[in-house]
């Protein structure tokens, strides 16, 4: 730049001396003085400046930007290669460190000016202000853009008031976060539920108390009868809700069930009241398919028991019929087994076929009996030519029909005509 310059002037001008002056002043410039001083972020110089070349040695004073604190000599300097000399010499300010009580500051980066930080309240408090700040100028200074905020504690309404029972939590009207009340029944009334409940959170500022206030309920389960057992424990005659019995049998017998039962809620034992077996008898009863037993003053329930040699008739359920012709009785053996049984079969009624005929005509058919359809002479079978008395009592495939299909071959075309049902009669 300074050459080329330089080659200009030596065309315009002849005279060696300006020449040489020229050069003289050029190299200065290079070897030298500085230029405008450089645009700081942080600072900027104390008064105007309206120079745009600066000798070497200038010094310039400089201020920080507000904001900024000062940390070191606030000086540029001109230095001997032309240019601008300093080290940084401001530095953001801190805010101060905020304090939330019953929350959380997140500070993201750091507290210097232009960083933002994030409040939290703990579990059962909610946040009342900004949920954020940030670090920026204020009067000289720093400090938080919007005022702080706090956490305030949730709190519940008084707890629901209950029919046959009271709470411990007294009159107030709010009760705050984690404060529980404990609910007693009446007399004569059993506590279902939880005695205890709490005030907590939902939705982070509703409180809400928790588990669901228990319920007073009479309860009362009467004395179980099992006969042959001995009642180790809980002697009644009257037991309320979570009252227990132990049993155990008289020799000679086993237990079925359970030997602890309670009382529940729904005014009943469980798990279910055992049974004591005789250890010489038939218990559970033979499963029989499609029967029904035909003396109903048995309870015939699992726990039953029937001594050796007693016998249980059955019979089949309507739509069934014994598969041999022998009666239908189990009996309790020596060893303690049931009798083989007399099974019963699934029946089906004929179908009924217009214009066809049955391969087997009968009134019944059991499962799973086949009958083949044929059609009259001119007519076709619609539908599966054979069927299965299936185990739900019906046929399968659907039973077919029967109609008239007149059939004339002209040579090699074959004409399939249906016509009406007096045609046939004609015929
Ligand atoms: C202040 O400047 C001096 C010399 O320029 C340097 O040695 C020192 O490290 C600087 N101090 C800070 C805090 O930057
Ligand atoms: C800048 O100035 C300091 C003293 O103020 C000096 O120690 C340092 O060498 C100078 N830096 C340059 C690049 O000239
Ligand atoms: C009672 O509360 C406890 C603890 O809060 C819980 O584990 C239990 O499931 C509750 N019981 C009922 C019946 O709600
Ligand atoms: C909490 O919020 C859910 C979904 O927005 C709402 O269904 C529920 O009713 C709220 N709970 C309370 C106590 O307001
Ligand atoms: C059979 O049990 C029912 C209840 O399951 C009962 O009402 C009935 O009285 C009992 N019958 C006999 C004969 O024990
Ligand atoms: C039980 O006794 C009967 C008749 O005595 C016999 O047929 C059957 O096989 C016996 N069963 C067992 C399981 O021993
Ligand atoms: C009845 O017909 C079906 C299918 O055609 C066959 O699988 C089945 O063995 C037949 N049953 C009897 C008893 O013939």
Redesign the pocket.
């Known amino acids: 730049m300074a050459a080329l310059l330089f080659s200009r002037l030596w065309k315009v001008s002849n005279s060696t001396l300006f020449q040489m002056m020229l050069v003289t002043v050029l190299l200065a410039t290079v070897l030298g003085d500085c230029g405008p001083p450089p645009k700081l972020p942080f600072a900027s110089p104390i008064n105007p400046l309206y120079d745009t070349e600066f000798k070497t040695g200038t010094t310039l004073k400089y201020t920080c930007h507000p904001g900024y604190g000062k940390i070191n000599s606030s000086r540029l300097i001109c230095d001997a290669k032309g240019s601008w000399n300093y080290s940084i010499f401001c530095a953001k300010k801190r805010c101060r460190n905020p304090e939330l009580i019953n929350g959380i500051v997140e500070v993201k980066k750091d507290l210097l000016l232009g960083s933002t930080i994030e409040f939290s309240c703990s579990e059962g408090f909610f946040l009342i202000g900004s949920t954020t700040s940030r670090c920026q100028i204020q009067g000289k200074g720093v400090d938080w853009s919007d005022p702080l905020p706090e956490c305030v504690i949730a709190k519940c309404e008084p707890p629901p008031d209950i029919r046959n029972g009271k709470h411990s939590g007294g009159d107030r009207e709010f009760y705050p976060y984690a404060s529980s009340v404990t609910y007693t029944c009446n007399p004569y009334f059993s506590l279902i539920g939880n005695a205890s409940i709490s005030c907590t959170v939902e939705n982070k500022t509703i409180g809400v108390w928790s588990p669901h206030p228990p319920v007073c309920e009479k309860i009362v389960c009467h004395r179980p009868q099992i006969p042959k057992a001995i009642f180790v424990s809980g002697f009644g005659p009257l037991y309320t809700y979570k009252d227990s019995i132990v049993v155990n049998c008289e020799e000679g017998y086993s237990l079925r069930g359970s030997s602890l039962i309670y009382c529940e809620a729904n005014n009943e034992w469980y798990p279910s009241v055992p049974s004591c077996v005789s250890m010489d008898a038939c218990t559970d009863l033979p499963d029989i398919s499609y029967a029904s037993w035909e003396r109903?003053?048995?309870?015939l329930?699992d726990h039953e028991i029937f001594e050796i040699g007693t016998e249980l008739k059955y019979l089949c359920k309507p739509g069934y019929r014994a598969v041999l012709d022998e009666p239908l009785t189990v009996t309790c053996q020596e060893n303690l087994t049931w009798t083989s049984s007399n099974e019963c079969e699934t029946l089906c009624l004929k179908p009924e076929i217009v214009n066809g005929r049955l391969s087997v005509d009968k009134d019944q058919y059991v499962e799973p009996e086949n009958v083949t359809i044929k059609c009259d002479s001119g007519y076709g079978v619609i539908g599966s030519k054979s069927i299965t008395c299936s185990e739900t009592r019906t046929w399968y495939p659907e039973v077919p029909r029967c109609e008239w299909v007149e059939s004339v071959t002209f040579g090699l075309l074959s004409v399939q005509v249906n016509m009406y049902h007096e045609a046939c009669i004609r015929e």
């Open positions: 109903n003053d048995y309870n329930s």
